[in-house]
């Protein structure tokens, strides 16, 4: 599930620190942090110590971030937004592309995010895609280099001011695996033809970052949820359809001189919309804490956290144990079910009051003793584990794919495995799910991980079923088309 946010350019007037302690405390587990002059200089001899430093400590605390490229001044204090990459001087935007990229590494950020510039007047459509392709080929080189996906922004008055032309660039480069798009919902409703919600479908598996505002057609003005025409909950429910799990952040960037409030409105709004969008379960889904019997177990974890071991089987009773995404995924293999997600609450509870060891033990207890919706529960809450237990974490995907528990095959190759299974295990794991039934929607990292060695084992897979003459499952066909 995507993480919202809210971008530090909204909160332009406060220490940066100060914002990021606002946005968390409002309850939003993401920020999209704009590198300026007083945000995070990408220009201070000290920015990668800074950087990393920042980046642990929103780490610690769960929250996610991507860096916004997008500063006024930054780079002339006489001309707004320039040079860009379409202007004369495009290796000064280029050099602080390759910075933003450096510092997302050293922050763990998702992406970063920017844009193509104002084609000057003196310039013509040929030398300004010229220029575009140029320096973004030389972008994506220190991208390829530090493996950080960076995110195109369709901006109105833009060069590239159009989704399709976004779209295009990133083909006629060869789709570069780091070429994301970075999609602001409120530009569909300004310059596209096309909605909101349907931008995203376009976009789908691109996408890198979102943000999020209102708008009205033909105005390039950044509002607040209701004051344009924004479907907000058809579009979040959009972005759970595709499966997006990245950032989105509010944007809201001439709002600074009232921003805790306009934040706070923001959160309302958003929480407000995931309701509409996705009931009833929206309680778990944003993480807000108004369940009952959950913001109880979640005390008691962590003031007696052997308290999980009665607990953590109870959760389905208490809860329920519907699938999240009822249209989309009836068995709740992809997205998960509503006592998965508690269950993860109840583990990230525990991993805030444990040390690594003693939460190895006690979570590997809870798989080895737990009936199928247990072992769910703590495969899907394996991100919540510290590096030291990651080996343990291991062992226990790897019993799960040794199983034909479609649950359980789906939960073992969720984000944790993405990040940490071994290449060898990964492609047999996502083979397992062909053989078993389970989408491969469910496995992440899908895009990113899949590489020959996979596609060969895939091929031979269908090779198989055709000579046997048996259907070939449709995810595999659609993974060898699209690779």
């Known amino acids: 599930?995507?993480?919202?946010?809210?971008?530090?350019?909204?909160?332009?007037?406060?220490?940066?620190?100060?914002?990021?302690?606002?946005?968390?405390?409002?309850?939003?587990?993401?920020?999209?942090?704009?590198?300026?002059?007083?945000?995070?200089?990408?220009?201070?001899?000290?920015?990668?110590?800074?950087?990393?430093?920042?980046?642990?400590?929103?780490?610690?605390?769960?929250?996610?971030?991507?860096?916004?490229?997008?500063?006024?001044?930054?780079?002339?204090?006489?001309?707004?937004?320039?040079?860009?990459?379409?202007?004369?001087?495009?290796?000064?935007?280029?050099?602080?592309?390759?910075?933003?990229?450096?510092?997302?590494?050293?922050?763990?950020?998702?992406?970063?995010?920017?844009?193509?510039?104002?084609?000057?007047?003196?310039?013509?459509?040929?030398?300004?895609?010229?220029?575009?392709?140029?320096?973004?080929?030389?972008?994506?080189?220190?991208?390829?280099?530090?493996?950080?996906?960076?995110?195109?922004?369709?901006?109105?008055?833009?060069?590239?001011?159009?989704?399709?032309?976004?779209?295009?660039?990133?083909?006629?480069?060869?789709?570069?695996?780091?070429?994301?798009?970075?999609?602001?919902?409120?530009?569909?409703?300004?310059?596209?033809?096309?909605?909101?919600?349907?931008?995203?479908?376009?976009?789908?598996?691109?996408?890198?970052?979102?943000?999020?505002?209102?708008?009205?057609?033909?105005?390039?003005?950044?509002?607040?949820?209701?004051?344009?025409?924004?479907?907000?909950?058809?579009?979040?429910?959009?972005?759970?359809?595709?499966?997006?799990?990245?950032?989105?952040?509010?944007?809201?960037?001439?709002?600074?001189?009232?921003?805790?409030?306009?934040?706070?409105?923001?959160?309302?709004?958003?929480?407000?919309?995931?309701?509409?969008?996705?009931?009833?379960?929206?309680?778990?889904?944003?993480?807000?804490m108004d369940h009952p019997w959950l913001v109880d177990a979640e005390r008691r974890v962590r003031s007696e956290p052997a308290a999980i071991r009665a607990l953590f089987p109870a959760v389905g009773r208490k809860v329920g144990r519907d699938p999240l995404r009822p249209e989309t995924d009836p068995q709740g293999l992809v997205h998960g079910t509503v006592d998965d997600l508690a269950r993860t609450r109840l583990l990230a509870a525990l991993a805030d009051v444990l040390s690594p060891e003693e939460l190895t033990e006690e979570i590997t207890e809870l798989y080895r003793y737990g009936d199928d919706a247990e072992r769910r529960g703590v495969l899907r809450g394996l991100p919540a584990l510290p590096p030291q237990a990651v080996k343990a974490g291991l062992e226990l995907v790897q019993d799960a794919l040794r199983t034909n528990d479609i649950r359980l095959v789906a939960a073992a190759l969720g984000s944790f495995a993405g990040a940490h299974l071994d290449e060898h295990s990964w492609r047999h794991g996502v083979l397992k799910c062909l053989f078993v039934g389970v989408p491969l929607a469910a496995v992440a990292d899908l895009e990113r991980r899949t590489d020959p060695e996979l596609l060969r084992m895939v091929a031979d897979y269908a090779d198989e079923r055709r000579a046997a003459g048996r259907e070939v499952p449709a995810d595999a066909v659609r993974l060898l088309e699209v690779n």
């Open 1 to 288: 599930m995507f993480s919202l946010g809210y971008g530090t350019n909204g909160f332009a007037n406060h220490r940066l620190e100060d914002a990021l302690r606002i946005i968390a405390d409002i309850g939003y587990r993401a920020v999209a942090l704009t590198l300026d002059h007083h945000h995070l200089d990408p220009f201070d001899p000290n920015v990668s110590k800074k950087a990393s430093q920042l980046g642990s400590l929103l780490a610690s605390n769960g929250i996610s971030v991507v860096i916004e490229t997008g500063a006024r001044y930054l780079l002339d204090p006489n001309r707004k937004h320039h040079p860009t990459l379409v202007s004369e001087d495009t290796e000064v935007r280029i050099d602080f592309l390759h910075r933003a990229i450096r510092i997302a590494q050293d922050m763990g950020a998702e992406a970063v995010s920017y844009w193509s510039g104002i084609k000057p007047s003196d310039v013509d459509d040929k030398t300004a895609h010229q220029r575009m392709l140029s320096g973004v080929e030389k972008v994506l080189v220190e991208a390829d280099r530090r493996q950080v996906k960076i995110g195109l922004e369709p901006e109105p008055g833009m060069y590239v001011q159009h989704l399709a032309q976004a779209l295009a660039l990133r083909e006629e480069l060869g789709n570069p695996e780091m070429f994301g798009i970075t999609l602001d919902v409120g530009h569909c409703i300004a310059v596209e033809p096309m909605n909101a919600a349907e931008c995203i479908r376009q976009a789908a598996g691109l996408l890198v970052n979102v943000q999020l505002d209102d708008m009205r057609p033909g105005v390039h003005e950044h509002l607040e949820f209701g004051e344009g025409e924004l479907d907000l909950a058809g579009t979040l429910a959009a972005l759970a359809e595709v499966g997006y799990e990245g950032v989105a952040a509010v944007e809201l960037p001439r709002h600074s001189h009232a921003a805790p409030e306009v934040a706070r409105r923001a959160w309302t709004a958003l929480t407000s919309a995931l309701s509409a969008a996705m009931p009833p379960f929206n309680w778990d889904v944003v993480g807000d």
